[in-house]
């Protein structure tokens, strides 16, 4: 089994919360953060990718278009 840092797990954790749209208040609890600002200058860079899908759902939604 290959050596994985406890912190390792703790980061990919957040990111399939963030994956599976979970809330950002969700995971900053779940990650004992104080404040979501905490959480989203260390997961934010996630974020992207997701308001692009999200924009093309609506897409798909609205007009029956993939982008």
Not at 41 to 58: E, F, K, R, V
């Amino acid at each position: 089994m290959p050596y994985v840092r406890v912190q390792d797990l703790r980061h990919t954790h957040a990111t399939l919360m963030i994956a599976q749209n979970e809330p950002m208040k969700v995971n900053c609890r779940k990650l004992v953060h104080s404040k979501i600002s905490t959480t989203m200058a260390t997961y934010g860079h996630l974020l992207p990718n997701m308001q692009h899908d999200a924009s093309n759902h609506l897409d798909q939604t609205i007009f029956g278009v993939d982008n």
